[in-house]
């Protein structure tokens, strides 16, 4: 049973456009969301991440939303630029040694 | 500081044959992980342990076995492999006390499974 979902296997956007990228979770018990970035043949890298006490964080290009009520979570790279182009994975724990993953989303940005 | 290693980077066994991926991280950290990323599946979480001498099972453990007899390095085994463990696996590590955040993850290794 997949407890962390995102349901866009890909995601194409112009460079210099909103990428918004989707994550849905089932267990109530997650406390902490993440972001972790994949380029091929690379091991994945922390992007972002929000604690379920905060519905918003910001790093510079990247907001991780959080709505607990409807359980999902989302991403938005802005302005996107061509060397975002990678598989994004949203995570979550309810503990701190322990990680459940999404399937990931493939964004590219196209010129 | 080379950070988490994975070995070998590549490699290809037929069925019922046996291997061991190795990881090591040079961090100093406590736990460890073993994940496979698969097509349309994510990252499922193989063993894990949260120090020396210790071990768990994680989301998908069976036909694996792991050991982890220094700190800085995660064994996995694969005693019989089949094709089904054909995937890519994925090493991570992170500190006791570090958030969630800082699990850092190895390249990866690619196991073909004919």
């Known amino acids: 049973d997949q407890q962390v979902k995102q349901n866009s296997p890909s995601l194409s956007v112009q460079e210099g456009r909103i990428s918004i990228l989707n994550c849905d979770y089932t267990n109530s018990m997650f406390d902490y969301f993440l972001w972790y970035k994949k380029y091929p043949a690379e091991g994945p890298t922390f992007l972002i991440s929000i604690s379920s006490i905060k519905d918003k964080n910001e790093d510079g290009r990247f907001t991780v939303f959080l709505n607990k009520s409807a359980k999902h979570l989302s991403l938005h790279i802005v302005p996107s630029q061509p060397g975002d182009s990678a598989v994004y994975f949203c995570a979550a724990s309810e503990s701190a040694s322990k990680l459940t993953f999404g399937t990931g989303t493939r964004l590219q940005v196209t010129l | 500081n080379a950070g988490v290693t994975q070995t070998p980077k590549f490699r290809v066994l037929k069925t019922g044959q046996s291997m061991t991926l190795l990881c090591a991280q040079d961090?100093?950290?406590?736990?460890m992980y073993w994940y496979r990323q698969d097509p349309g599946m994510g990252l499922r979480l193989i063993h894990y342990?949260?120090?020396?001498?210790?071990?768990a099972k994680g989301e998908v453990p069976d036909g694996y076995n792991v050991s982890r007899l220094k700190k800085q390095n995660f064994l996995l085994g694969l005693e019989s492999a089949a094709p089904s463990q054909t995937s890519v696996y994925f090493c991570?590590?992170?500190?006791?006390?570090?958030?969630?955040?800082?699990?850092?993850f190895g390249p990866g290794t690619r196991l073909l499974v004919l």
């Open positions: 961090m100093n950290h406590e736990y």
């Open positions: 991570a590590s992170t500190p006791l006390y570090g958030t969630q955040e800082t699990q850092y």
């Open positions: 342990s949260v120090g020396e001498g210790t071990t």
